[in-house]
C-alpha cells in the first residue's frame, strides 16, 4: 500500500508540444523523485524534490522540469516533446520518518508522435 | 562510470528457490534495493540493505551483499508463480547525491 497515484495514466502528445504529468503522494512523505522508464529497460533518475526545492538531477536536459507543492503534490513538466521521451514516468515519494525509502506510484504512459 | 548490471531472465519452477544476481559500481551507495514491477504496473519496494550489513533476511526473501566484489543477490525460497515479475536492483544515494540507479531488470518466469 503505497498511496501514491500519478495521473494521467496515459497521455499521447505530438513532438514539440509540452505535457504535465502529476503525482500525490501521501501524507508524511516529503520528498518525491521522478523517473523515466524506457521500454525494456529499468528507470532513470530525472530529479528529486525535497520541501518544495530541488534537491539532485540525473542526465537530463533543462526542458524538464518539476515543481513540489506543500500538499505533498508534485509536477513533473517537459517542453519541446520529442520522440525519444515516449516512456513510462514514474513518481516515487519517500516519508519523512525513512527517507531512504521511495514508494512508487503507477506511472503514466507518454506516447510523443 | 555508474553501472548496475543483472540478467535479463531466469526461469524456474514452482517450488524452487530464485537466485537473481546484480553488480554495481558506486562503493559509496548508501543502500541497495530490490524492486519487483509487474505488467503495467509501478514498482513495489520488496527490500533492501544498509551497505555495511552482509545480510537481510525477511519472510521468504534474503539479500546477500558483497561489497568487496558489489554483488548483490536476492534469493525468493519457495518460489510462487505469483512471483513472476521483472525485478529491478538499485543503488544510491551515493556521495554528494541524491541520485538512485536501477538495473535493467531481470524477468523471473515461474513453472508451474
Known amino acids: 500500500e503505497t498511496g501514491v497515484t500519478q495521473s494521467p495514466t496515459h497521455l499521447i502528445k505530438t513532438r514539440g508540444q509540452q505535457v504535465t504529468l502529476r503525482c500525490s503522494s501521501q501524507?508524511?512523505?516529503?520528498?518525491v523523485s521522478w523517473y523515466q522508464q524506457a521500454l525494456g529497460q529499468g528507470p532513470q533518475f530525472i530529479f528529486q524534490?525535497?520541501?518544495?526545492?530541488?534537491?539532485g538531477r540525473g542526465n537530463f536536459p533543462p526542458r524538464f522540469s518539476g515543481l513540489q507543492f506543500p500538499n505533498y503534490s508534485s509536477e513533473l513538466n517537459v517542453n519541446a516533446l520529442e520522440l525519444d521521451d515516449s516512456a513510462l514516468y514514474l513518481c516515487?515519494?519517500?516519508?519523512?520518518?525513512?527517507?531512504?525509502?521511495?514508494?512508487f506510484g503507477p506511472g503514466t504512459r507518454l506516447t510523443v508522435t | 562510470g555508474e553501472d548496475v548490471e543483472q540478467s535479463l531472465f531466469l526461469s524456474v519452477r514452482e517450488g524452487d528457490s530464485s537466485v537473481i544476481n546484480c553488480t554495481y559500481t558506486d562503493s559509496s551507495s548508501t543502500y541497495l534495493y530490490w524492486y519487483k514491477q509487474e505488467p503495467g504496473a509501478g514498482l513495489q519496494l520488496l527490500t533492501y540493505?544498509?551497505?555495511?550489513?552482509d545480510m537481510k533476511q525477511d519472510q521468504r526473501l534474503t539479500v546477500l551483499l558483497n561489497k568487496k566484489d558489489k554483488h548483490l543477490s536476492l534469493r525468493i525460497a519457495d518460489t510462487q508463480t505469483g512471483d513472476s515479475a521483472i525485478y529491478f536492483c538499485?543503488?544510491?544515494?551515493?556521495?554528494?547525491?541524491?541520485?538512485?540507479?536501477f538495473g535493467t531488470g531481470t524477468r523471473l518466469k515461474v513453472l508451474a
Open positions: 524534490y525535497y520541501r518544495e526545492e530541488e534537491n
Open positions: 538499485a543503488e544510491g544515494p551515493g556521495s554528494g547525491t541524491y541520485k538512485y540507479i
Open positions: 501524507s508524511g512523505h516529503n520528498t
Open positions: 516515487a515519494s519517500s516519508p519523512r520518518s525513512d527517507p531512504y525509502e521511495q514508494y
Open positions: 540493505i544498509f551497505s555495511n550489513m
